[in-house]
């Protein structure tokens, strides 16, 4: 039985902070490295998947690595070397899609677009998967309003329950029409925990959605963190750094 008068014994003392040291330079460094590693990962890993699909576009004896054994001298695939240029699918589509939109600006460019989609329209359901992808385009990278560019609070799923979301656009068409003409409705979307690429699309009345001074990364990061990593969580009225 252990005497609680005793002296405590030096060597388990010294042990023990020992381990306690070595357990916080751990997860000190696991705060360091898992970010690193991870955001190493998925650049990697989304750049071959970029690789893999426009290299099948491409003839195979234009492949970086079928180029780079012919000017080593090997020409018998048997014996050629296993060559990955990682990137190089981003490359050729980045400068692939360059090329189609300094075409597409030109009076030649503008007649074949126009002539393919005639084409397009009139076969029955191609034509409605291009209609609807191209809208989307569009809309997101083409159009001159702002969009998903404010984070705001909105009481969903039920009244008295706030979800994060990203402000869209205002309604337009059948939709903005069937709103009052004094809370006009806008677009919201609400994103899922932990992966905010899926979600629901709601509109609310101007009046029932509370605008957010965060930026909207930081609200993304709010909503993969699970509410973990919250921006000026230490201080609620401190401004959001810029």
Not at 73 to 93: H, K, M, W
Not at 120 to 147: C, M
Not at 205 to 224: C, F, R, W, Y
């Amino acid at each position: 039985m252990t005497n609680p008068f005793d002296e405590p014994n030096p060597a388990r003392v010294t042990r023990r902070t020992m381990l306690a040291a070595l357990r916080a330079s751990f997860f000190t460094g696991l705060v360091v490295v898992a970010p690193i590693g991870l955001t190493a990962y998925l650049i990697w890993t989304v750049t071959g998947w970029f690789d893999g699909w426009v290299l099948n576009f491409v003839p195979r004896a234009y492949h970086p690595g079928e180029i780079i054994n012919r000017l080593l001298g090997y020409t018998d695939p048997a014996n050629q070397l296993p060559v990955n240029v990682r990137g190089i699918g981003v490359v050729i589509f980045l400068v692939f899609t360059v090329i189609v939109g300094w075409l597409a600006k030109g009076l030649l460019g503008r007649s074949f677009i126009k002539w393919a989609e005639s084409l397009v329209d009139r076969t029955p359901v191609v034509s409605s998967i291009y209609n609807g992808l191209k809208q989307i385009a569009e809309t997101v990278f083409a159009q001159s309003e702002t969009s998903f560019d404010q984070a705001c609070m909105v009481e969903y799923p039920r009244k008295g329950t706030w979800a994060i979301g990203f402000v869209s656009t205002t309604a337009k068409g059948e939709v903005a029409a069937s709103a009052e003409a004094d809370d006009p409705l806008i677009s919201i979307f609400v994103p899922t925990t932990p992966n905010p690429t899926s979600g629901f699309l709601l509109f609310f009345p101007t009046s029932e959605v509370k605008i957010l001074d965060m930026t909207v990364e930081d609200a993304a990061k709010l909503v993969i963190s699970a509410g973990l990593v919250y921006p000026n969580g230490k201080d609620a009225v401190a401004p959001p750094k810029t």
